[in-house]
């Protein structure tokens, strides 16, 4: 087989390619709303993307990875009320807590496995968001407005749509990047080998336990980098941000695209959002369709949207 | 003094509600090896079931009865049409395909009953209070719920320990292949422990229904904490359930109602109103980060999983 030319290469080239030239189109029909509904997929790509790191690649089940959603949002809003507007002091501040989150998360959580980090990962998630609808200085239930958005140096406007939607887009394309490079170097066969048999690596002498933390604190970090860019999007960030059926819709999306495949989370991400618009356009009641559309594609079709294009590829080829 | 006697009941009667949904939960675990994340909406279906038969028959007790009936065919019915289907699989799969059933689930209530929510009023005979102390007086209807979960855990003990269904589903749970391989109806024994994980959860529900409103999303923030409650007891385990039910409840209420005061005497008035909700909300967690470092396969582990 020739891996320049196959039909998931053409999908994947596809795909971004519309991504890419999305605004132009989006400015020639005069439709912003593609353009708003675009950015928050790239945005939720990447934090798919990260989840993906630790939940296809490190075998890591975590059901709370939409808490650094909500941190990094808090971040930059908390920052943003207290009159720091500096994406300069902002971002870092999201990326920062993130990261301790995760820190302190994880040491907890990877001492047990299996159903219990499940279960735990969502507890701790769902402490998040109880603290955050506690903070009754920033909005408590009702979350937090931010009435502007992160100032960096004179060319880079926030603020513009267009720019925005392609820094966006730049941070998806570096995180995909980033992990495809994590996880093919030293560390991330560490990581892969713990997800197929951690006894094993174990016991060949490495310390899986500090490897798994370094890649959930890792993970933790991009989906923060995830937070602050969804709160600079909505101009808000609130505790519903980080409420566990958003880890459920990011986990989704990871499966849906396809676990441990670089390009899955964004395909997954793409393909939820617009079955919800599409749905969502049938009927009001458009949840009572994905829900078992869901139990579907656990029951039927493991590999997600990536291990179908693989299929249907050793189909054509024989 | 009195409001203290009050508060630990309080916790009381909301630890042993937990227990039921704890136990469903962590039977369903124990033998099918399956995480449910539907248990929830089990919940809240018994709570919506019962509010609805109530006003049609226009009795608290049978319609409580008849929810429990209908939220026990509910359940095993989710078990024959979804669940049976995912047994053996990756945990993954299951935390997937009972959060679609949520959805389905959810959407469903808002289909039925619209997306108000709905009240259970109490009937008069329970609406009152009784004098449980000399001079301290507490509502009837909490004290019914604390006698009745009690008989329950009561029930679900003797089942569990002294009968023969009892006797398969602890095999069950400790080897599930060589229990079908002597010739037990399986299938049928895990429809049954589904229905009857259902029916604790629809009692937790519509027990739970007058004191708050019944609406969706209800069962979802109690699942959390049952998901909590079978880690710090250790999943599998009922005793554990029955254990970390009784302090997650005691806790959570009076950490509620005292921990503002507690926080006066070290921080100034403002910060401490400042700090007390979201501290308050944070305490249960910290048990179960405690219990992690402790024990982190939980107080009460069932051994070998």
């Known amino acids: 087989m020739t891996p320049a030319l196959n039909l998931r290469t053409i999908a994947i080239v596809a795909l971004l390619a519309a991504l890419l030239l999305l605004p132009v189109y989006s400015e020639l029909v005069g439709n912003r709303f593609v353009l708003t509904l675009f950015t928050r997929i790239v945005i939720l790509a990447l934090a798919a993307v990260s989840l993906n790191l630790i939940l296809g690649y490190g075998g890591m089940m975590s059901f709370g990875h939409a808490a650094y959603l909500g941190i990094g949002g808090y971040a930059v809003g908390m920052l943003a009320h207290e009159g720091i507007f500096s994406g300069f002091v902002q971002w870092p501040a999201a990326l920062a807590a993130s990261a301790l989150f995760a820190l302190v998360i994880g040491a907890l959580s990877l001492r047990t496995r299996g159903v219990y980090f499940i279960m735990i990962t969502l507890a701790f998630a769902q402490m998040a968001y109880y603290v955050c609808a506690g903070l009754a200085r920033y909005g408590g239930d009702d979350g937090l407005t931010i009435y502007k958005r992160s100032e960096f140096v004179a060319p880079i406007n926030l603020s513009n749509k267009v720019q925005f939607y392609y820094l966006c887009l730049a941070l998806l394309l570096a995180a995909i990047y980033l992990v495809w490079r994590i996880v093919n170097s030293r560390f991330g066969l560490v990581i892969q080998g713990a997800r197929s048999n951690d006894t094993r690596m174990g016991a060949i002498g490495f310390p899986t336990y500090r490897y798994k933390l370094v890649c959930f604190v890792i993970a933790g970090t991009l989906c923060g980098l995830a937070g602050a860019l969804l709160a600079n999007h909505t101009d808000f960030v609130s505790p519903a941000t980080m409420y566990w059926t958003r880890s459920g819709d990011l986990i989704i999306m990871v499966v849906l695209g396809g676990m441990a495949s670089p390009f899955g989370p964004l395909i997954g991400t793409v393909a939820l959002l617009l079955l919800e618009e599409v749905l969502s356009g049938i009927t009001e009641y458009w949840q009572i369709i994905l829900g078992p559309l869901l139990l579907l594609v656990v029951l039927f079709a493991r590999g997600g949207i990536d291990g179908l294009l693989k299929q249907l590829m050793a189909k054509v080829r024989s | ?305």
């Open chain 2, 1 to 305: 003094m009195t409001l203290f006697i009050e508060q630990c009941l309080n916790g009381l009667q909301f630890g042993l509600l937990l227990f039921l949904l704890a136990a469903g939960l962590t039977l369903v675990f124990g033998i099918m090896d399956l995480v449910n994340l539907a248990h929830g909406s089990l919940y809240m279906i018994g709570a919506y079931f019962a509010a609805t038969f109530a006003a049609w028959t226009g009795s608290f007790v049978l319609g409580a009865v008849l929810a429990l009936a209908a939220t026990l065919m509910v359940g095993m019915a989710v078990e024959v049409i979804a669940m049976r289907r995912l047994y053996g699989r990756d945990h993954l799969d299951h935390v997937l395909g009972t959060f679609g059933l949520i959805l389905f689930f959810d959407e469903s209530v808002r289909l039925i009953w619209g997306p108000e929510g709905m009240s259970l009023p109490l009937p008069s005979w329970l609406n009152t209070s009784v004098e449980i102390l000399p001079g301290v007086q507490y509502s009837s209807y909490r004290l019914a719920i604390i006698v009745i979960t009690l008989a329950v855990a009561a029930f679900l003990y003797g089942l569990v320990m002294r009968t023969r269904i009892g006797m398969l589903i602890r095999a069950g749970a400790s080897n599930r292949e060589m229990v079908g391989a002597l010739g037990v109806n399986i299938k049928l024994l895990y429809t049954l422990v589904f229905g009857l994980g259902a029916a604790l959860a629809g009692l937790a529900g519509l027990m739970q229904a007058p004191i708050l409103t019944v609406q969706i999303g209800m069962g979802e923030n109690i699942l959390i904490l049952a998901f909590v409650i079978t880690v710090i007891g250790g999943i599998g385990s009922i005793r554990g359930a029955l254990v970390a039910a009784l302090l997650v409840g005691f806790i959570d209420t009076v950490g509620r109602s005292y921990l503002p005061d507690l926080l006066r005497l070290v921080l100034t008035p403002n910060a401490a109103a400042t700090a007390a909700p979201a501290l308050s909300s944070m305490l249960i967690y910290l048990l179960m980060a405690i219990v992690l470092v402790v024990k982190p396969e939980g107080l009460f582990s069932a051994g070998g999983k």
